[in-house]
């Protein structure tokens, strides 16, 4: 199976979420959603990542965080690539509960997610820089940082905080990934 979200041979595009349910994933290291986010601060599990809706089942295509926080991960990193992910209702001394919480709860036990809706071009040479950062043996923190870094170098003045600044790391930033096999 080809990894979630990629083309497959036969050109078919994404994975819904059934498909993606059924997968290890406490076998994956990284989970790089790079999709559209929905935010519910009034109902915060209903909050979700739209996966892909398949119409011959009566699955919705929606990952709830109420599915999420269910779910038997050991990933290193998972990464929200994707509007709002950030977002959520502050609970008292919980914090805030939103997609982040899921994963964390989940069993991630690190977190790049949006504060605000996130611009597909931006976000694009956002990640690209973060994970180059990454495999050059950055630890999380500072590859994020060092991304946000770039992307000011290269858009200059046109790198305007709403397309880099929404982006944030929760929990275990200062630890180096792996990303090799």
């Not at 999709?35 to 519910?40: A, F």
């Not at 994707?82 to 036990?109: H, K, P, S, W, Y």
């Not at 940082?145 to 200059?156: D, N, S």
Request: aromatic share 8%; hydrophobic share 45%; net charge positive.
């Amino acid at each position: 199976m080809q990894p979630l979200g990629q083309v497959d041979r036969a050109g078919r595009r994404g994975r819904h979420r059934v498909q993606f349910k059924a997968q290890p994933l406490a076998r994956y290291q990284i989970l790089h959603f790079a999709t559209h986010g929905i935010s519910d601060t009034k109902y915060p599990d209903r909050a979700a990542l739209v996966l892909g809706w398949d119409p011959g089942t009566a699955d919705d295509g929606l990952l709830q965080a109420r599915e999420i926080s269910r779910l038997n991960l050991n990933a290193e990193l998972v990464v929200l690539s994707a509007c709002d992910t950030g977002e959520g209702r502050l609970e008292g001394q919980e914090g805030v509960a939103n997609l982040v919480r899921a994963f964390m709860i989940a069993g991630a036990r690190s977190v790049v997610a949006s504060q605000w809706a996130a611009d597909d071009t931006s976000t694009l040479a956002l990640m690209s820089g973060f994970y180059r950062n990454l495999a050059a043996g950055y630890d999380r923190a500072e590859a994020l940082r060092r991304a946000k870094q770039g992307f000011l170098a290269r858009f200059g003045i046109n790198a305007v905080p709403y397309y880099w600044a929404g982006f944030v790391l929760v929990a275990r930033a200062r630890l180096p990934i792996s990303l090799q096999k």
